[in-house]
Antibody
Framework: EVHLLESGGGLVQPGGSLRLSCAAS????????MNWVRQAPGKGLEWVST????????YYADSVKGRFAISRDKSNNTLYLQLNSLRAEDTAVYYC??????????????WGQGTLVTVSS | QLVLTQSPSASASLGASVKLTCTLS???????IAWHQQQPEKGPRYLMK???????NKGDGIPDRFSGSSSGAERYLTISSLQSEDEADYYC????????FGGGTKLTVL
């Protein structure tokens, strides 16, 4: 059974940093593109970042480019998102999500339960 | 630019059927999409991948009451025999160099 479990969220001051983790199990982690998606309070879903199975290719939404960094560690089946230079508008629940098809971007077929990041002084 | 458009809200009565629409932007009518359900205070849940020919692959445990269909640039999610737990936000999603979401439709079950 596929399972994704995010952690690392919390309260951080504007300009601060945070690292989110997503522990994956139940599938061959290195074979699948992984993603971070966020949802601000009362708003819709917003794509944040995507990483290839090998970790060699990464993609970012314009709103986070240059501030956030996605990475993955196949030795412990974990996806990461480093959040730097945080702003109030980054306040959201952050979800990790797996792509359905191997080795390509596409439909997201499994989601974690999310971790809340609050940026406030 | 690849954009997905959804109506902000929809409503239907308990036991009835409802058809939600997701419209692909001009020039992108061949794209596949996915439908996701988000119940109140929960994370999103994958419902199905829907292709431009109307074929679809549902996620694990998704009831037969949920089905998908396509016509041109429109992608539909039909929910039949509506139940109270179907009251949720429904998002369509597609992909190119990144992931794109529609704005979501809030479904109210009367």
């Amino acid at each position: 059974e596929v399972h994704l479990l995010e952690s690392g969220g919390g309260l951080v001051q504007p300009g601060g940093s945070l690292r989110l983790s997503c522990a994956a199990s139940g599938f061959t982690f290195s074979s699948y593109v992984m993603n971070w998606v966020r949802q601000a309070p009362g708003k819709g879903l917003e794509w944040v970042s995507t990483i290839s199975g090998s970790g060699g290719s990464t993609y970012y939404a314009d709103s986070v480019k240059g501030r956030f960094a996605i990475s993955r560690d196949k030795s412990n089946n974990t996806l990461y998102l480093q959040l730097n230079s945080l702003r109030a508008e980054d306040t959201a629940v952050y979800y990790c999500a797996k792509v359905a098809a191997m080795a390509t971007i596409g439909a997201l077929d499994y989601w974690g339960q999310g971790t809340l990041v609050t940026v406030s002084s | 630019q690849l954009v997905l458009t959804q109506s902000p809200s929809a409503s239907a009565s308990l036991g009835a059927s409802v058809k939600l629409t997701c419209t692909l932007s001009s020039g992108h009518s061949s794209y596949s999409i996915a439908w996701h359900q988000q119940q109140p205070e929960k994370g999103p849940r994958y419902l199905m991948k829907l292709n431009n020919d109307g074929s679809h692959n549902k996620g694990d445990g998704i009831p037969d009451r949920f089905s998908g269909s396509s016509s041109g640039a429109e992608r539909y999610l039909t929910i039949s025999s509506l139940q109270s737990e179907d009251e949720a936000d429904y998002y369509c999603q597609t992909w190119d160099t990144g992931i794109i979401f529609g704005g979501g439709t809030k479904l109210t079950v009367l």
